[in-house]
């Protein structure tokens, strides 16, 4: 469900043990990586019944409400100043949430951000969240829990959203994300890779989010860093950004076609 993770999936890290029989299916041409879509009219800020207020990429201030309903739902303090990151997952080793909760430690001690988690799933790593909020209650919030309707109040209250995943065949939030203008922080892997463009101080026009490549909690500490500077320091660039990524079709209109080509070189076969 993505170009690159079709690549990946052609070495023994990503194939478990199929990467034999996927290179002599590639090499024949009969594998192919296409792109899921999301239900863009489920998220959409602009008609989004969930969220405090409703806004686009011509009027982004309706954000800087959904953010201080954010920061009241997760008992955060409510400052548009702080760059709040959020994180929506299940608690799995292929989500990388072990290599995030190492990680976000050295932010919280030394940075000025906020982050929100609404997980749940593995009792070693929701401990492991819980013993971080209890530390740091003023920057640090998590629900033990999946809820779809909270989850559209992080995607459009968060200002940057974390995926360090191990592998993502596709992932679907780094879009949900870029819909409501919630620039991903992704680990440069299968579709998060193919959706998501690293951020170009220089051309920040072209950029989407931010991307790491090294999967170590020191790796991603530095990219939450950089993230939050950019938040911080060049404002003008982050809209830029944000405007560029809201502005990107990840519709199933943009697939389907690409699923049609795929069935008429089926058909060809035969």
């Given at each position: 469900?993505?170009?690159?993770?079709?690549?990946?999936?052609?070495?023994?890290?990503?194939?478990?043990?199929?990467?034999?029989?996927?290179?002599?299916?590639?090499?024949?041409?009969?594998?192919?990586?296409?792109?899921?879509?999301i239900?863009?009219?489920?998220?959409?800020?602009?008609?989004?019944?969930?969220?405090?207020?409703?806004?686009?990429?011509?009027?982004?201030?309706?954000?800087?409400?959904?953010?201080?309903?954010?920061?009241?739902?997760?008992?955060?303090?409510?400052?548009?100043d702080?760059?709040?990151?959020?994180?929506?997952?299940?608690?799995?080793?292929?989500?990388?949430?072990?290599?995030?909760?190492?990680?976000?430690?050295?932010?919280?001690?030394?940075?000025?951000?906020?982050?929100?988690?609404?997980?749940?799933?593995?009792?070693?790593?929701?401990?492991?969240?819980?013993?971080?909020?209890?530390?740091?209650?003023?920057?640090?919030?998590?629900?033990d829990s999946?809820?779809?309707?909270?989850?559209?109040?992080?995607?459009?209250?968060?200002?940057?959203?974390?995926?360090?995943?191990?592998?993502?065949?596709?992932?679907?939030?780094?879009?949900?994300?870029?819909?409501?203008?919630?620039?991903?922080?992704?680990?440069?892997?299968?579709?998060?890779?193919?959706?998501?463009?690293?951020?170009?101080?220089?051309?920040?026009?072209?950029?989407?989010?931010?991307?790491?490549?090294?999967?170590?909690?020191?790796?991603?500490?530095?990219?939450?860093?950089?993230?939050?500077?950019?938040?911080?320091?060049?404002k003008?660039?982050f809209?830029?950004a944000?405007?560029?990524?809201?502005?990107?079709?990840?519709?199933?209109?943009?697939?389907?076609?690409?699923?049609?080509?795929?069935?008429?070189?089926?058909?060809?076969?035969?």
């Amino acid at each position: 469900v993505s170009p690159t993770h079709a690549m990946e999936i052609l070495s023994p890290a990503y194939g478990f043990n199929l990467d034999s029989s996927l290179r002599h299916r590639a090499a024949q041409g009969r594998l192919r990586g296409i792109l899921n879509g999301i239900d863009v009219k489920e998220w959409n800020p602009e008609t989004d019944e969930i969220i405090a207020a409703k806004y686009s990429s011509n009027s982004i201030e309706g954000k800087k409400i959904c953010k201080r309903e954010l920061q009241k739902r997760f008992s955060l303090p409510q400052r548009q100043d702080q760059p709040v990151f959020g994180l929506i997952s299940r608690l799995a080793y292929q989500k990388g949430i072990d290599i995030f909760a190492n990680a976000v430690d050295n932010v919280l001690m030394y940075d000025d951000a906020q982050f929100v988690v609404l997980a749940s799933g593995n009792p070693g790593l929701e401990w492991h969240l819980k013993s971080i909020a209890s530390r740091f209650p003023e920057k640090f919030s998590y629900i033990d829990s999946f809820d779809p309707e909270l989850s559209h109040v992080v995607e459009a209250g968060a200002d940057i959203f974390v995926m360090p995943s191990r592998y993502e065949p596709c992932g679907l939030n780094q879009m949900y994300s870029m819909r409501y203008g919630t620039l991903p922080l992704v680990r440069a892997t299968g579709g998060l890779h193919d959706t998501v463009a690293n951020y170009d101080a220089k051309n920040p026009s072209e950029s989407t989010g931010f991307k790491f490549w090294d999967l170590y909690p020191e790796s991603l500490t530095n990219s939450m860093r950089w993230a939050a500077s950019v938040y911080r320091s060049d404002k003008s660039g982050f809209r830029k950004a944000q405007i560029n990524a809201m502005s990107k079709d990840f519709s199933w209109n943009r697939t389907a076609g690409q699923y049609e080509d795929l069935y008429r070189a089926a058909l060809g076969r035969i």
